[in-house]
C-alpha cells in the first residue's frame, strides 16, 4: 500500500510538473502569437497630396495618375496601393486635389521604394505639373 501510494505521489507531482510545462508552453506560444499578429497588422502608410499648376490639363494630370498606378506593379515593396481625388465638402484642401496612399510593410521596403528607378521615371512624368505636393509617413495598426 505504501508502495501504491508513492508512486501515486510521485505520478501526480510529475503529472503536475508537466501540466505546468505545458501551460508555460502555451501562454509563451499564445504571446508570442499575438505579438506576432501585431507585427502584420502594422503597415507603414505613405500618404501622398498633390496639388497641381492650374496650367496642366486633364489629359496631363491623367498621365501622371497613371504613370504612378503602375508602380505596384514595378516595384515589389509596395503592399498596397490607393489612390483618389479630393470630394471632401469641407473646403480645408488648400488646392490639393489627388491622394494615393502607398502601404509598405517596414521601413526598409519604403526605403528600397523612393530611389527605385520606377519610382525616379514617375517623378520625372510628375514635376513638370506639380504645384506643391505633401508627404507623410505613419505606421498604422488596427
Known sequence: MML???HFTKTLVLGSVALGFVVAVSLMWGEA???AQQTESKKLRHV???KF???SSKTQVQRVV???RKLPSHIAEIAEFEY???NSPEGLADGFTHCFLVTFRSEKDRDAYLPHQSHKEFVDVLKPHLDKVLVIDFWAGE
Do not use: C, E, P
Request: hydrophobic share 35%; glycine share 6%.
Open 84 to 86: 483618389g481625388t479630393n
Open 66 to 68: 497613371d504613370q504612378f
Open 53 to 55: 499648376k492650374d496650367s
Open 33 to 35: 502569437s499575438s505579438m
Open 48 to 50: 501622398v497630396l498633390f
Open 4 to 6: 501504491q501510494l508513492r
